[in-house]
């Protein structure tokens, strides 16, 4: 079996506090296979991701977490990010179009960013939709204590179980995760595709640290600072960005909410 955490969040996401560098280090010390960084309706992160892994024996996916004017979804091998705001029917298509596939993110928790299950049914009865989208979080380590009612669900919809960190902080990465038959990221496609994979939980309460963590390393952030490792053999520390990444990650960032 192989182990991924496909949402996570990094530096390019405006409310996360780790490069693209650390989120390696630490898969990769957590002993994961496969990641996607999913920023919120941001792709370069990932792509970032994508060409580093190899050096730190993982694999990444091309992925963001797209902001639907239904709710949050995660879009995984994507190459063109597909804009915001679009219906959740019109951005599968999005992804569709261009060999994606799709998880609904925390879904059916009434928190403001979760898919209904209203609109997961109403993409599940249109074929094209339906092509596209394939899994969906049964536990997400962000939203723990909401996610019964997914779990609950799960089991009449015709969707993978995966679970996920949603990590907005270095050390959460990998804590719920996705095991799945193999090793590679083609692996885990066929796998969500097939609906063999098999979501893992975070056994611990997290909210109550998790929350003093990001307040620590948000507000850090605003100084400039981030979890970072320069190499896959130093660990995580908190280091100054440099000007070009302050730079990197000023350029499109609006303000994005939550999860
Ligand atoms: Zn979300
Ligand atoms: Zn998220």
Do not use: C
């Amino acid at each position: 079996m192989g182990t991924a955490d496909i949402h996570i969040h990094s530096i390019y996401s405006p409310d996360a506090t780790t490069t693209v560098r650390g989120i390696l280090k630490q898969a990769a010390d957590v002993g994961l296979d496969v990641i996607a960084i999913a920023d919120h309706d941001e792709l370069r992160g990932s792509l970032e991701a994508v060409k580093l892994a190899p050096n730190y024996g993982l694999e990444a996916i091309p992925a963001a977490e797209v902001a639907t004017s239904d709710g949050h979804l995660v879009a995984l091998f994507i190459n063109k990010l597909p804009p915001s705001g679009l219906s959740l029917v019109d951005t599968l298509s999005h992804i569709g179009d261009q060999g994606g596939i799709a998880i609904a993110p925390h879904p059916f928790n009434n928190l403001p960013n979760s898919l209904s299950m209203e609109a997961v049914l109403g993409a599940l009865a249109n074929p094209h939709a339906k092509a596209v989208l394939k899994g969906m979080e049964t536990y997400n380590m962000g939203t723990q204590n909401f996610d019964k009612v997914a779990r609950k669900l799960s089991v009449y919809l015709p969707l993978a179980k995966i679970g996920s960190s949603d990590a907005h902080i270095y050390w959460a990465v990998g804590g719920a995760h996705t095991e799945f038959p193999g090793k590679t990221a083609h692996d885990l496609r066929a796998a969500i595709e097939n609906n063999t994979t098999v979501a893992i939980p975070y056994e611990e309460e997290f909210s109550a640290k998790a929350l003093l963590s990001w307040v620590h390393r948000i507000t850090l952030r605003r100084f400039g600072f981030a979890s970072d490792a320069i190499s896959a053999s130093t660990p995580i520390d908190t280091q100054p960005l440099s000007k070009t990444m302050r730079q990197k990650i000023k350029k499109k960032n609006k303000k994005a909410d939550g999860d």
